[in-house]
């Protein structure tokens, strides 16, 4: 893409009997820069996955601290200079790039012998150039809706972010009810959405970017060497007409509106990759949130994994129906007490879960992944259980099978906890509730 222009002007200013040298010049610097690009990609695919296989070891690590001190892990946000954050700064960058390329694009629409130039909009009375009038075109309303897009995302962000905090403080509420805490679960899985969402329009606006940036570089050049500016394009005359008649070639001079274009030039060439710099930490920063939003683990819920019968108080178990009954049946606080008929059942279901020797050493609360809620709620079984320093102690099975008449089936209705894949007696539920 930059060499491109450079070799027509060289062939449109050089002899005749010079031509091919050009050509194969060219040809052999394009094989030089294809073989250039394909070792950096290779080198940044090669540290691009040990940065992932570091960051997921640094992710694991992080959680299991989280679960152990009982805090969740802090994430730095990008700073300008160590100070301030990056993504206002982004954020007034998109907005003043969507509204200058919007306007510039109208400009080119209507006006056809004109051009912006890329960088050097700030020149004045550019010569028109054909070849990347166009592109120009192209280039700055694409500019005007990516633009855009960036600004939805980083709002949508945003937004996902205070919805998740919010979701996640009344998850950590003991007071809360199961069947909110499952209302909560959709918007905590939408909360995690639109964070992906947000970091997927960042990423493409990033994208965007450096494709804009390398196809400023032939277009402000081929802007500026039609303009004549600093006498490049003179200069470049009578040095070809200097190898014929082997006359003084014409110096380079330069006047104050070149000197004031050159200077504008530079500083929005400097403005454009240090928040491209930008752009890329905020893209960063929202890859590394999703990725802890993926694995945080929270004490969304506390159980009690000894089933105690009798009353239906928080962490206990209700008396076993005699038959599978909907939550229509019975209100949600009322509570039967088993009949004489069902204690042998319940007695060889007891004698059943001898199976699992090492029961009674299970602690009491537990925790699983705030992840794993959203696939409970989804029909995605089993997830994993973790004890209070992380280790996994249970297993989790959506919707349970029934023993002995103890736990009512079907989708969404029961969530059984066992000790072990053997144990058969449910040793905790929360329900019925409504599918």
């Not at 009690?304 to 229509?328: C, V």
């Not at 019975?330 to 059942?345: I, K």
Request: proline share 7%; with cysteine.
């Amino acid at each position: 893409i930059l060499a491109a222009p450079f070799l027509g002007i060289a062939l449109a200013f050089s002899p005749e009997r010079m031509t091919w040298h050009y050509v194969l010049a060219f040809m052999y610097l394009a094989l030089s820069v294809a073989e250039a690009v394909a070792l950096t990609f290779a080198w940044c695919c090669v540290a691009t996955e040990s940065r992932m296989v570091q960051l997921e070891f640094d992710l694991e690590d992080a959680a299991l601290r989280s679960r152990m001190n009982e805090f969740a892990t802090p994430s730095t946000e990008p700073l300008v200079f160590g100070r301030l954050p990056w993504v206002p700064f982004v954020f007034c960058w998109m907005m003043f790039m969507g509204f200058a390329s919007f306007i510039w694009s109208v400009k080119l629409w209507t006006e056809s012998q004109c051009i912006i130039g890329g960088w050097a909009v700030m020149f004045r009375s550019l010569t028109y150039v054909r070849a990347t009038h166009w592109l120009e075109m192209i280039i700055f309303n694409l500019s005007w809706l990516m633009a855009i897009v960036g600004v939805c995302g980083i709002m949508i962000f945003n937004s996902s972010i205070s919805l998740e905090a919010l979701v996640h403080q009344t998850l950590l509420d003991p007071q809360e009810s199961p069947l909110v805490r499952r209302d909560l679960i959709w918007e905590l899985e939408r909360a995690t959405a639109g964070k992906w969402q947000g970091a997927m329009t960042m990423n493409g606006f990033f994208v965007f970017s450096l494709l804009r940036i390398s196809l400023f570089f032939p277009i402000t050049g081929m802007a500026l060497f039609q303009r004549n500016v600093c006498g490049f394009y003179v200069t470049a005359l009578s040095r070809n007409y200097e190898s014929i008649t082997r006359s003084r070639a014409t110096p380079l001079y330069c006047n104050t509106d070149d000197t004031r274009g050159m200077v504008w030039l530079a500083i929005y060439i400097v403005l454009d990759f240090f928040f491209l710099n930008g752009v890329y930490k905020v893209w960063r920063h929202y890859r590394l949130q999703c990725a802890l939003s993926h694995d945080k683990v929270a004490e969304a819920v506390t159980f009690n994994p000894y089933p105690s019968y009798g009353s239906a108080g928080r962490g206990q178990l209700p008396a076993p129906p005699s038959a599978p009954r909907t939550p229509s049946e019975h209100s949600a606080g009322e509570v039967e007490p088993p009949e004489e008929a069902e204690q042998p059942a319940r007695a060889a279901a007891e004698d059943d879960d001898a199976l699992s020797p090492g029961l009674p050493a299970l602690p009491t609360d537990f925790v699983f992944a705030l992840d794993s809620l959203g696939k409970l709620s989804a029909g995605i079984y089993p997830v994993p259980v973790l004890s209070a320093v992380g280790e996994k102690l249970l297993h989790m099975r959506l919707p349970p099978t029934p023993v002995q008449g103890y736990a009512v089936g079907g989708r969404g209705a029961w969530l059984e906890l066992c000790a072990t894949e053997r144990a058969r007696l449910p040793l905790a539920c929360i329900g019925p509730l409504p599918p």
